[in-house]
């Protein structure tokens, strides 16, 4: 293998590019390429009524709208408690509904036009704002039932709900991109590539097979940063992908560069934001491994708990930084970066924390697991 094709990439501008060009942008495909993609997803729906943080905003939502309108029609506060819990008495369980139903009709939602997506959500939500009525008036709470008027409320509802989700989502949009910079900034950053490409040219002559080998795990990092990102990837491959970098290290640093591999394979199938464990791996290469001339000790770990997966790396720390600045000091553009593009996929299941631990710096990830 010759050093020609990176050279080449090296003086194309595009190759730092946000948006790759078609020819970079769609490698040949090859089994491994096509595992790493993953399949295709042509339809999206405007929320995921199945998340929990959207089923609290949604409950939260119909409670606050329920607590305004219901000051309209008393004068006491004796009065507004009682009406209040009156109404909630049927609100909140219509609520519940339109989440369940939405929910469980997912998929379907996600094959529509957004109209049909807005038109059918407007539509279970007058439905389940009935159901609300009917069991205020089956159990006697309310005399005379006002069908119309609930139908319209949910509807109402309902359709303002998906547009703040919608625009929720919208706003997220220009986070998700600079993350994406970001990323595309701190993988291929120049003295990483030429690191690495010094340490393959010293190895040519001597160890052609390692050189050959390093050079290939170059290049699986480049097509990963550069393809185009999909929502979400496995667990699984985010490990591939550190094995990867971390091999291209392991040259560079010999002996000081230590890892321990703690992998649960019932925890694969977790999804995570594309190149997500790769630049907390770099991280911990970063501040744990090159300031120390003792080198540093690097475990990563996965588990399944429950629903719940964890992921842990964990790096030691240089002793000479512990008495003055324990921790070496950056910018946290990676760990922001994770933290948001963690909240952008799994809203509140998703759990972050980074500090340290028992002289040694730990990032901590809670993720839902694969049913």
């Avoid at 109404?87 to 929910?103: D, E, K, R």
């Avoid at 109209?115 to 279970?124: E, H, R, S, W």
């Avoid at 701190?186 to 097979?209: K, Y």
């Avoid at 940063?225 to 392991?250: C, F, K, N």
């Amino acid at each position: 293998m010759g050093l020609s094709p990176i050279v080449s990439a090296m003086r194309n501008p595009s190759i730092l590019s946000a948006t790759p060009s078609a020819s970079s942008a769609t490698p040949p495909a090859t089994p491994s390429t096509a595992r790493a993609k993953g399949p295709v997803r042509p339809a999206r729906a405007l929320f995921d009524a199945c998340q929990t943080g959207v089923v609290l905003r949604m409950v939260l939502f119909v409670e606050v709208v329920v607590a305004v309108t219901t000051l309209f029609a008393v004068s006491t506060l004796s009065e507004w408690l009682l009406l209040a819990a009156t109404v909630t008495g049927g609100a909140l369980p219509a609520t519940l509904t339109w989440l369940l139903a939405t929910c469980a009709l997912k998929r379907l939602l996600a094959r529509l036009p957004v109209p049909g997506q807005y038109a059918t959500g407007a539509l279970l939500g007058a439905l389940a704002a009935l159901y609300g009525c009917g069991l205020l008036r089956l159990t006697g709470v309310v005399g005379s039932a006002p069908w119309l008027a609930s139908a319209l409320a949910g509807a109402l509802l309902a359709g303002l709900m998906m547009a703040a989700l919608a625009l929720r989502a919208r706003g997220q949009t220009p986070a998700a991109t600079t993350a994406r910079l970001a990323e595309l900034q701190s993988r291929i950053r120049p003295h990483f590539l030429f690191n690495t490409l010094n340490s393959a040219i010293a190895l040519v002559r001597q160890e052609p097979a390692k050189a050959e080998a390093m050079l290939e795990d170059l290049s699986e990092l480049f097509r990963q940063a550069l393809a185009d990102p999909g929502e979400s990837v496995t667990l699984a491959d985010e490990i591939a992908l550190a094995e990867r970098y971390l091999a291209i290290e392991q040259v560079r640093f010999g002996d000081r560069l230590r890892v321990r591999w703690d992998i649960d394979p019932d925890a694969h199938g977790a999804r995570l934001p594309p190149l997500l464990l790769q630049p907390l791996v770099e991280n911990a290469v970063k501040h744990g491994v090159e300031p120390s001339p003792e080198g540093a000790r690097l475990r990563i770990r996965t588990q399944r708990r429950g629903a719940m997966v964890l992921i842990e790396v964990i790096n030691s720390l240089p002793p000479l930084r512990w008495a003055d600045a324990p921790l070496p000091r950056g910018h946290g553009i990676a760990l922001d970066n994770v933290r948001d593009r963690l909240r952008l996929l799994h809203d509140m299941q998703a759990q972050f924390s980074a500090g340290m631990d028992d002289k040694s710096y730990r990032v901590r990830i809670a993720i839902p697991a694969e049913p």
